[in-house]
């Protein structure tokens, strides 16, 4: 797909068929999370990749959206702490060096027609005890990925002279 038809195409998915996915295409999805390009390339991340059957109730605690565990798969990503690149004013990039990695993971899921959400509202400490982290991992973000059940909604952005500045404040 050409990208910006990709980018336009992706959408937060919130009901998903119970269709499997496809060792194949998680292995891809998987492979653009990795490419992604990090603070000093240190990569300080760990994704969890989580099968959700059998497993609903205790990822409900997680996050009490019924269709956050429709999903077949769920990955988690994770900060390993004192693993990325920090700032000289001691600003860590961890949290943007995983934004990076899950926005190629969602772009890339939607290239191969699979549904993903971007989950940030959860219980931290439901998901650590979960998935029993420990203590120097940090869960960032959760996806849920598979096949879309829902249709995507119009998409309401700020128009582009709104966004953007040019040469200073």
């Not at 959400?117 to 973000?141: H, M, N, Q």
Request: glycine share 6%.
């Amino acid at each position: 797909m050409e990208f910006s038809e990709l980018i336009k195409e992706r959408y937060s998915v919130r009901a998903y068929a119970p269709d499997p996915v496809e060792d194949e295409k998680l292995e891809k999805v998987l492979e653009a999370a990795r490419l992604a390009p990090t603070a000093a390339n240190r990569q300080p991340f760990q994704l969890l990749v989580i099968h959700t059957e059998g497993r609903e109730e205790e990822l409900y605690e997680i996050y009490q959206r019924a269709w956050f565990v429709e999903a077949p798969l769920m990955i988690c990503a994770c900060a390993l702490e004192g693993r990325g690149w920090t700032r000289r004013d001691g600003k860590s990039y961890v949290d943007v060096d995983v934004g990076i990695a899950m926005d190629h993971l969602v772009l890339a899921a939607t290239n191969k027609g699979l549904g993903s959400c971007w989950v940030a509202d959860f219980d931290p400490e439901a998901a650590r005890r979960v998935l029993g982290l420990p203590e120097k991992v940090e869960p960032i973000v959760f996806i849920p990925l598979g096949y879309p059940a829902d249709e995507p909604g119009a998409k309401k952005r700020k128009p582009l002279d709104e966004l953007v500045r040019h040469e200073g404040w």
